[in-house]
Every structure is written in C-alpha cells, then in structure tokens.
C-alpha cells in the first residue's frame, strides 16, 4: 500500500488529453510539500518529469504539466503520443516519517 | 555531467547479504544526500533510506530497518546499500538517485542493479 495514491491505469488515444491523479495526505501533499513526476519507460530508470508541483525540467515537452491542490496533485498529457505510453510515479515528502520520500503506486498509460 | 553508475547484477541465496555499489562523478560527492530506491518486477517504486555523504548520517525507511545498512566512501564518491537476511521478495531492481534539494527530488539516477534471491 503506497502512501500515495495513483490510478493503476488510464488510457487515451493520439492527440487526446489525459491525466494521473495523485492523493496524498496532511502529512505530505496537504502539508505544503511538493509534488513531482516521473516517467519510466520499459527496461529504463525513472526520468524526472516535472519538479517542484509545476516545473519542467530541460528537454521536456510543454505536452506535460502538473498541479497541486490540497492533498492532491495532477499529472496532465495533452497532445498524447505513442511514445508517451509509460509507467508514471507522483512523489513527494512526508513528515511523519521524519526525513522520507514518498511514492504513488504509479499508473500505467497506453495509448490507444 | 553527473553521472550514478551502479555495480552488476547479484544472485543470492535466501539469508544471504548484498552489497551495491553506486559510483558518483560530475559533481561534488559529499554535498547531496544519496538515496536507494528499490523495484521489485511489475511493482511500483519504493523509498528505502537515503545517506548523507557529507557527515555519515543515515535514514531508513522503516519497512527495512534492522536489513539495511547505507553508507559512503568519499575518496571513492561512492555509496553503497547492504540488505541483509534477503528472501525472495526483496529480489529487485535497485537504484541510487541523487537529492535535490530543497525541494526533494530525484533527476539523476543510476542505471540500477538486479538483485536475484534463489535458492
């Protein structure tokens, strides 16, 4: 059980909108912490998507972008694309366990 | 150009102990916290300590406290993560991933390692 709570699984067809719930608690998302993605393709390691709620790291397409609101955050994809079908994990900070990372249970995207 | 390269693949039988490495360049090794994060197959990703390679200091998660011990070489820029008492659940990928602080996330990270408990 993650502390983090994503959907296992969301689907969308090329050029579609989509996005990844992520619900955390008040001792993470709801306390103020931020939230970030990443993107694991098959066989790879996880590659940072957005940091810090909203950012984008270099070399990211603007296709993605994420939110926070409350105890929760979202991963948004628009313009979907076959290369985008990928596993996607949330991530934060808890503070009740002093010092931790916290997970989702990640979601699997497939493009149809 | 920071770069988080991890030792081979293991296979250990149940009880045994493993020890991975994670080598660290492009940056100065003693300034970011290290952090282990483990992948069983088909399963999600899981936090399991992280070391602070300026002063030692260690934190785990507490699922494997009492297994797990983190630690560095700083003339290396390498950490390491010990699992001791393996079974068959702990067989995963395991990964090192770099802190960024301050707000607590991972861009760079190792290639990961194979871990295989068999009797």
């Known amino acids: 059980q993650s502390v983090l709570t994503q959907p296992p699984s969301v689907s969308g067809a090329p050029g579609q909108r989509v996005t990844i719930s992520c619900t955390g608690s008040s001792s993470n998302i709801g306390a103020g912490y931020d939230v970030h993605w990443y993107q694991q393709l098959p066989g790879t390691a996880p590659k940072l998507l957005i940091y810090?709620?909203?950012n984008r790291p270099s070399g990211v397409p603007d296709r993605f972008s994420g939110s926070k609101s409350g105890t929760s955050a979202s991963l948004a994809i628009t313009g979907l694309q076959a290369e985008d079908e990928a596993d996607y994990y949330c991530?934060?900070?808890?503070?009740?366990?002093?010092?931790?990372?916290?997970f989702g249970g990640g979601t699997k995207l497939t493009v149809l | 150009q920071v770069h988080l390269v991890q030792s081979g693949a293991e296979v250990k039988k149940p009880g045994a102990s493993v020890k991975v490495s994670c080598k660290a360049s492009?940056?100065?090794?003693?300034?970011?916290?290290m952090h282990w994060v483990r992948q069983a197959p088909g399963q999600g990703l899981e936090w399991m300590g992280w070391?602070?390679?300026?002063?030692?200091?260690?934190k785990y998660s507490q699922k494997f406290q009492g297994r797990v011990s983190i630690s560095g070489d700083t003339s290396a820029s390498t950490a390491y993560l010990e699992l001791s008492s393996l079974r068959s659940e702990d067989t995963a990928l395991y990964y090192c991933?770099?802190?960024?602080?301050?707000?607590?996330?991972?861009?760079?990270w190792g290639q990961g390692t194979l871990v295989t408990v068999s009797s």
């Open positions: 991530q934060s900070y808890d503070s009740s366990l002093s010092g931790s990372r916290v």
């Open positions: 492009g940056y100065t090794f003693t300034t970011y916290r």
């Open positions: 991933a770099k802190d960024s602080p301050p707000t607590f996330y991972f861009k760079y």
């Open positions: 070391l602070n390679t300026g002063n030692g200091n260690t």
């Open positions: 810090g709620n909203n």
